[in-house]
Nanobody, 124 residues
């Protein structure tokens, strides 16, 4: 069964850090572009970051650039999102996703395998 499973969400105070993980099973991530998206209440799902498969090119949306770092460990079939200096506006459900055919950055519609989402809440 092809699936992605996120972990690492939770409640953190402003300025704190969290590390999200996304483990793949049923397929190998090696040549996939993988990414993180988030969806806050009442808002559309937005792309946060991605990393390419072949070239490991990375992309970050402007609000998180310099605070978040995406990485991958193909040997563990897992990729990560290190989130530092978190702000209340980062509060959202975070989803990981994989795209077999496109490079990074890639539009949301090309990501065809998605995780179930993990809640990140940044609050005093």
């Amino acid at each position: 069964q092809v699936q992605l499973v996120e972990s690492g969400g939770g409640l953190v105070q402003p300025g704190g850090s969290l590390r999200l993980s996304c483990a793949a099973s049923g397929f190998s991530l090696g040549y996939y572009t993988v990414g993180w998206f988030r969806q806050a209440p009442g808002k559309e799902r937005e792309g946060v970051s991605c990393i390419g498969g072949g070239d490991s090119n990375t992309y970050y949306t402007d609000p998180v650039n310099g605070r978040f770092t995406i990485s991958r460990d193909n040997a563990k079939n897992t990729f990560y999102l290190q989130m530092n200096n978190l702000k209340p506006e980062d509060t959202a459900v975070y989803y990981c996703a994989a795209d077999r055919w496109s490079g990074c950055p890639s539009a949301r519609q090309f990501f065809d395998t998605w995780g179930q989402g993990t809640q990140v809440t940044v609050s005093p």
